[in-house]
C-alpha cells in the first residue's frame, strides 16, 4: 500500500462544474496536509493546507478532513479552464519523519470549456 | 517578498560527472527542504535542513548530499552521476522545521 494515494485520473469536468480530488493516507499518525497545484513544465503551488478534522475554505477551494477514515479531499467550485493542472497530495506524518513531506502520485484535472 | 530562488534552473551533465544545485530561501525562512520529480517515481523527499544540521534524509543513496550556511541558503551536490539522476530537483523552504513548505522553480537536471 503506498503512503499517499489519489485518485487515478485523469479528471475531465465542464466549465463551472464542481472537480472532487481525493486522497488517502497510510500513516494514521499523521499530521498536517497540503493541497499543491503543478502546472505543466512548473514547480508546486501551494493551493490549501489543513490540520484539523472538517473543512476549509478558502475562495472557490474546499479542503476536506476525516482523520478516522485517513481521507483528505479538495473540492473546486466553478471550475476554470485556468485550474487545469496536476493536483498534488502532500502528508507529513510527524514523529521522526516531521518536516518531511510525503506526495501522492498526482491527479490531472482538465477542465474543458 | 521574493520567493524560493534556485539556480542554475538548467543543467546538463554527463555521466560520472558531479553537480551543485544551490537554494535561496525566502527571506524569514529557516527551514530548507529538497525533493526530486521523476516522471516514474514522482515527488520524493531528499532531505532537510533546519540551524545548519539536517534533521531528516530520503532513501537516495550517498551520491546525494547537501548542506546549509549560516543565512539559511543551500546546496545540495550529487556526485558520480547516473542517467537515472536525470529529473527536476525542487527546493522547498518553511518559516520552522516543519511548517509549510514552499516550493522554487526547480532545477532541471539532464544527464547524458
Known amino acids: 500500500q503506498k503512503e499517499v494515494e489519489q485518485n487515478s485520473g485523469p479528471l475531465s469536468v465542464p466549465e463551472g462544474a464542481i472537480a472532487s480530488l481525493n486522497c488517502t493516507y497510510s500513516d494514521r499518525g499523521s499530521q498536517s496536509f497540503f493541497w499543491y497545484r503543478q502546472y505543466s513544465g512548473k514547480s508546486p503551488e501551494l493551493i490549501m493546507s489543513?490540520?484539523?478534522?472538517g473543512d476549509k475554505e478558502d475562495g472557490r477551494f474546499t479542503a476536506q478532513l476525516n482523520k478516522a477514515s485517513q481521507y483528505v479531499s479538495l473540492l473546486i467550485r466553478d471550475s476554470q479552464p485556468s485550474d487545469s493542472a496536476t493536483y498534488l497530495c502532500a502528508v507529513n506524518k510527524g514523529g521522526t519523519s516531521y518536516g518531511k513531506l510525503t506526495f501522492g502520485q498526482g491527479t490531472i484535472l482538465t477542465v474543458h470549456p | 517578498k521574493a520567493g524560493v530562488t534556485q539556480t542554475p534552473r538548467y543543467l546538463i551533465k554527463t555521466r560520472g560527472q558531479q553537480v551543485t544545485l544551490s537554494c535561496s530561501p525566502i527571506?524569514?525562512?529557516?527551514?530548507v527542504s529538497w525533493y526530486q520529480q521523476t516522471p516514474g517515481q514522482g515527488l520524493q523527499f531528499l532531505f532537510e535542513y533546519f540551524s545548519e544540521t539536517q534533521r531528516n534524509k530520503g532513501n537516495f543513496p550517498g551520491r546525494f548530499s547537501g548542506r546549509q550556511f549560516s543565512n539559511s541558503r543551500s546546496e545540495m551536490n550529487v556526485s558520480t552521476l547516473e542517467l537515472g539522476d536525470s529529473a527536476l530537483y525542487l527546493c522547498a523552504s518553511s518559516l520552522e522545521f516543519g511548517e509549510t513548505q514552499y516550493f522554487g522553480p526547480g532545477t532541471r537536471l539532464l544527464v547524458l
Open positions: 489543513i490540520y484539523s478534522n
Open positions: 527571506s524569514g525562512h529557516r527551514s
